[in-house]
């Protein structure tokens, strides 16, 4: 659609060229005053739009990397506790991060990404109400307060995971760039018409900005598309978690 968008215009700005070709004396110049005027804005606009798109896609490998962590150390101290509620917690934190995997390959907004919400949230629910037995159990005792810390930081790092996948960049700019791309190009392409210029310019300026606009549209869709946000780490994470923990249970459990 982005490349039929530019192309179509730049087809057009040649037929119209073509068309008024016998004015050419009298509209050359005003023609190309407008065009280079709107190249240069247009040239603003892609350039806005791509570091706009470019922020929000490290945003969200930031995230992911950062939700990766916090569900490592979250499962590293939840080897501490004591049995059953180890177990048990360990069992709902592999869930878990299937369910962060599952995250990265649904669409944001859409009814499957609500779905693996909701089911990561009630696995929040569960792994919370067992750290708050474990600290129930022994209120004094190192280990259950810090693995309520680490679950704390983990919940709030989905959190922030789902706010950057669902931080797209506003429609009306990426609207306003096809527009701009499209009639700047069929200034061009009319302009070098007129001047009797050849298509292979037209062509690479078009393909060029076809090219820009993909970029931007892809960048902006971190689970389609060729350009996706990698969740490589949380794969790693989840390996090492199916693992034998590292740590053994406590023999007994902690004394007030």
């Given at each position: 659609m982005?490349?039929?968008?530019?192309?179509?215009?730049?087809?057009l700005?040649?037929?119209?060229?073509?068309?008024v070709?016998h004015?050419?004396e009298s509209?050359?110049?005003p023609?190309?005053?407008?065009?280079?005027?709107?190249?240069?804005?247009?040239?603003?606009?892609?350039?806005?739009?791509?570091?706009?798109?470019?922020?929000?896609?490290?945003?969200?490998?930031?995230?992911?990397?950062?939700?990766t962590n916090?569900?490592?150390?979250?499962?590293l101290?939840?080897q501490?506790?004591?049995e059953?509620?180890?177990?048990?917690?360990l069992?709902?934190?592999?869930?878990?991060?299937?369910?962060?995997?599952?995250?990265?390959?649904?669409?944001?907004?859409?009814d499957?990404?609500?779905?693996v919400?909701?089911?990561?949230e009630?696995?929040h629910?569960?792994?919370?109400?067992?750290?708050?037995?474990?600290?129930d159990?022994a209120?004094?005792?190192?280990?259950?307060?810090?693995?309520i810390?680490?679950?704390?930081?983990?919940?709030?790092?989905?959190?922030t995971?789902?706010?950057?996948?669902n931080?797209q960049?506003?429609?009306?700019?990426l609207?306003?760039?096809?527009?701009?791309?499209?009639?700047?190009?069929?200034?061009l392409?009319?302009?070098?018409?007129?001047i009797?210029?050849?298509l292979?310019?037209?062509?690479?300026?078009?393909?060029?900005?076809?090219?820009l606009?993909?970029?931007t549209?892809d960048?902006?869709?971190?689970?389609?598309?060729?350009?996706?946000?990698?969740?490589?780490?949380?794969e790693?994470?989840?390996?090492?978690?199916?693992?034998?923990?590292a740590?053994a249970a406590p023999?007994?459990k902690?004394?007030?």
């Amino acid at each position: 659609m982005l490349f039929g968008s530019v192309l179509g215009a730049t087809a057009l700005g040649v037929f119209v060229g073509h068309r008024v070709s016998h004015l050419s004396e009298s509209l050359r110049e005003p023609f190309g005053v407008l065009q280079a005027a709107m190249l240069g804005v247009v040239g603003l606009i892609l350039a806005f739009g791509l570091s706009l798109a470019v922020s929000r896609y490290e945003n969200r490998r930031a995230a992911i990397v950062h939700e990766t962590n916090t569900i490592g150390t979250t499962h590293l101290r939840a080897q501490t506790l004591p049995e059953p509620i180890r177990s048990r917690s360990l069992d709902l934190l592999v869930a878990y991060t299937e369910g962060a995997i599952e995250l990265s390959n649904v669409v944001p907004g859409s009814d499957d990404q609500s779905a693996v919400i909701a089911d990561q949230e009630g696995l929040h629910r569960q792994l919370w109400a067992l750290g708050g037995e474990a600290l129930d159990e022994a209120p004094n005792a190192s280990a259950p307060r810090l693995y309520i810390e680490t679950l704390n930081e983990m919940i709030d790092a989905q959190t922030t995971r789902v706010a950057a996948l669902n931080n797209q960049v506003p429609s009306a700019i990426l609207y306003l760039e096809i527009l701009g791309a499209s009639f700047a190009l069929a200034l061009l392409a009319t302009y070098l018409t007129l001047i009797g210029r050849g298509l292979a310019g037209i062509l690479a300026a078009a393909v060029l900005v076809g090219f820009l606009l993909l970029v931007t549209a892809d960048l902006d869709r971190p689970t389609r598309g060729l350009i996706q946000v990698p969740d490589t780490v949380l794969e790693d994470e989840l390996e090492s978690m199916r693992k034998p923990p590292a740590a053994a249970a406590p023999d007994v459990k902690p004394v007030d």
